[in-house]
C-alpha cells in the first residue's frame, strides 16, 4: 500500500504546481492550503495505521504497567493533527468549483479523526485477554483503512477536476 500512498501525494503536489500555472491567485492560495492540510493529515494517519499494522501499537493489556509505550496517547494526538485541519479548513472560503473538493476533504478529515481514531482508542484501551475481541477490532480498523483509501481517491479525483475547472491541466 505505499507505492499508492506516494502515487497520491505526488498527484497532490502536481496538483499544486499546475494550479501555480492559473492566472487565479486565489484559486492557487485554496489550492495550495487544502493540499497541504490532506498531507499532513494524510502522512500521520498512515503513519499510525503502519505503526498498527506492524504491531507497535498495543492494548492495554499488552502495554501492562507501563507508563510510557508508544501506544498510550496516539490516538489523543492524531485527533488533534486532524481537528487542527479541520479548524484550517473550515476557514477556508472555496470557490464554486472548489466546492466538491472542499467536501470530500471535509469527508476525510471526518473518517480519519472520528472513526479511526475512535477504533484506536478502543483497540488500546482494551484490558483483557481476549482475541476474539482484539481480532473483531483488529478487523474492523483494516476494513475502515479500506474505506478511508477510497476516499482518498475521490478526494484526489475531484482535486483533478476542479484544477481542470480553473486552467490547470492534470495528467
Not at 472560503?93 to 471535509?106: G, I, M, R
Not at 471526518?110 to 483497540?123: A, M, P
Request: one cysteine or more; hydrophobic letters at 30%; a neutral charge.
Amino acid at each position: 500500500m505505499k507505492p499508492k500512498r506516494t502515487v497520491k501525494i505526488l498527484v497532490t503536489i502536481t496538483g499544486i504546481a499546475l494550479l501555480a500555472a492559473c492566472s487565479n491567485r486565489s484559486e492557487y492560495a485554496y489550492n495550495e492550503t487544502a493540499a497541504s492540510l490532506y498531507y499532513h493529515v494524510s502522512k500521520d494517519f498512515e503513519y499510525y495505521y503502519t505503526q498498527f499494522q506492524q504491531g507497535e501499537i498495543k492494548t492495554k493489556h499488552e502495554r501492562g504497567e507501563k507508563e510510557f509505550d508508544f501506544g498510550s496517547g496516539k490516538a489523543e494526538q492524531l485527533k488533534n493533527v486532524v481537528a487542527g485541519s479541520q479548524q484550517t479548513l473550515a476557514l477556508l472560503k472555496p470557490s464554486k468549483k472548489a466546492e466538491a473538493f472542499h467536501q470530500k476533504l471535509n469527508d476525510y478529515f471526518q473518517l480519519v479523526g472520528n472513526d479511526f481514531v475512535n477504533l484506536l482508542q478502543t483497540y488500546l484501551d482494551l484490558n483483557c485477554d481476549c482475541p476474539e475481541q482484539k481480532d473483531s477490532l483488529n478487523q474492523e480498523i483494516h476494513n475502515l483503512y479500506k474505506r478511508i483509501s477510497l476516499l482518498e481517491d475521490q478526494c484526489l479525483e475531484e482535486q483533478k477536476k476542479y484544477i481542470e475547472s480553473v486552467g490547470g491541466q492534470p495528467k
